[in-house]
């Protein structure tokens, strides 16, 4: 089974999320917390991009062979985890306020799990 698909939509994802972190660093009026606010937008991506990030990165742990899954599980990681430590100090509030504060701190704990399995795999692979 070829990883192409999941290897497009990380990095598709993480090429948005970068271009779109200085749109939404500047949304600091408090929103109605029911729905989804541009800063929970954010948040939720970059979580889910982490969540990815170390999905290939276990799956390059347990697989040897291709050195390109520890590669894009340690970028993909990197990603979320800056975007979450971004949402993490632009929030205004805390959790229920509509800015992303939770779906930050869970993207920031998948991107570093992430480039701790996307390295470890890279160290094995090197062995």
Not at 1 to 20: D, E, F, K, N, Q
Not at 44 to 57: D, E
Not at 99 to 119: D, E, M, W
């Amino acid at each position: 089974m070829s990883i192409r698909p999941l290897t497009t939509a990380t990095v598709t994802v993480a090429i948005v999320l970068i271009a779109a972190a200085p749109a939404s660093a500047d949304t600091s009026t408090l929103a109605d917390s029911s729905g989804m606010t541009t800063d929970r937008f954010f948040a939720t991506s970059a979580a889910f991009l982490g969540l990815a990030a170390a999905i290939v990165g276990g799956w390059a742990l347990v697989r040897d062979g291709n050195p390109i899954r520890s590669i894009i599980a340690i970028g993909g990681g990197a990603v979320a985890a800056i975007v979450g430590a971004i949402g993490v100090a632009t929030a205004d509030g805390g959790p229920g306020t509509g800015n992303g504060i939770v779906g930050a701190a869970i993207a920031i704990v998948l991107g570093v799990s992430a480039i701790a399995l996307g390295a470890r795999a890279r160290a094995r692979a090197h062995r």
